[in-house]
């Protein structure tokens, strides 16, 4: 016999809020930490990094904008709701990813400790993010968006095509870099592979 299935009791606007900033700030820490030891990233971050790395440019502001055309897809498949948190939670991170550089400076940091650290940190701002039915946008909307309309594990699908990132990206940052990379993936999507499966947790 099992226990039947509690309803999960819906967030309120400012638990929403406090995760969006919470989530925001944990992904923001473990950015730090990336640039710090040069590790590349996944995801549509780590298409803004690659970016950043080859242009020079702001990398806030290449993150912010490479999201602008996965909101249709949001609004279209996750609901107005969904969008405007991840849209928030995008812009947070913009501010945050150039903001903390200015509040914590790190002289040295070991490239795998910064890659397995940053990772856990990232993948539990994303829990978090996720939790409260937002994300970073990208392909991470696209990953949540399988998971909720085919039954795909998100953090699966994350790992697939971070994958496919990094492969590129070792041709632009060399081999140890791209090395560092996929742990850093493995790590973040360990956490969300884990802790993040449906019908498993309440308040999904």
């Given at each position: 016999?099992?226990?039947?299935?509690?309803?999960?009791?819906?967030?309120?606007?400012?638990?929403?809020?406090?995760?969006?900033?919470?989530?925001?700030?944990?992904?923001?820490?473990?950015?730090?930490?990336?640039?710090?030891?040069?590790?590349?990233?996944?995801?549509?971050?780590?298409?803004?990094?690659?970016?950043?790395?080859?242009?020079?440019?702001?990398?806030?502001?290449?993150?912010?904008?490479?999201?602008?055309?996965?909101?249709?897809?949001?609004?279209?498949?996750?609901?107005?709701?969904?969008t405007l948190k991840t849209f928030a939670a995008v812009a947070a991170l913009s501010v945050l990813s150039e903001a903390l550089p200015q509040l914590i400076h790190i002289d040295r940091m070991n490239g795998i400790f910064a890659a397995v650290v940053g990772g856990l940190l990232v993948g539990n701002g994303l829990l978090v993010l996720i939790r409260h039915r937002a994300s970073l946008g990208g392909l991470g909307?696209?990953?949540?968006?399988?998971?909720?309309?085919?039954?795909?594990?998100?953090?699966?699908?994350?790992?697939?095509?971070?994958?496919?990132?990094?492969?590129?990206?070792?041709?632009?940052?060399?081999?140890?870099?791209?090395?560092?990379?996929?742990?850093?993936?493995?790590?973040?999507?360990?956490?969300?592979?884990?802790?993040?499966?449906?019908?498993?947790?309440?308040?999904?």
């Amino acid at each position: 016999m099992t226990a039947p299935a509690l309803p999960s009791a819906p967030h309120h606007p400012y638990e929403d809020v406090l995760a969006v900033l919470i989530g925001s700030t944990l992904v923001a820490v473990g950015v730090l930490f990336f640039r710090a030891a040069d590790v590349p990233m996944g995801g549509t971050v780590g298409v803004a990094y690659l970016a950043h790395y080859a242009s020079g440019l702001n990398f806030g502001s290449l993150f912010f904008v490479i999201n602008l055309p996965f909101y249709v897809l949001a609004w279209r498949g996750m609901g107005r709701a969904f969008t405007l948190k991840t849209f928030a939670a995008v812009a947070a991170l913009s501010v945050l990813s150039e903001a903390l550089p200015q509040l914590i400076h790190i002289d040295r940091m070991n490239g795998i400790f910064a890659a397995v650290v940053g990772g856990l940190l990232v993948g539990n701002g994303l829990l978090v993010l996720i939790r409260h039915r937002a994300s970073l946008g990208g392909l991470g909307v696209l990953a949540v968006y399988l998971q909720e309309t085919r039954g795909w594990r998100a953090g699966t699908v994350q790992m697939l095509m971070d994958l496919v990132i990094l492969g590129a990206a070792a041709l632009i940052i060399g081999l140890h870099a791209a090395a560092l990379s996929v742990l850093a993936s493995a790590a973040l999507n360990m956490v969300i592979g884990v802790n993040h499966r449906r019908g498993r947790y309440l308040g999904c």
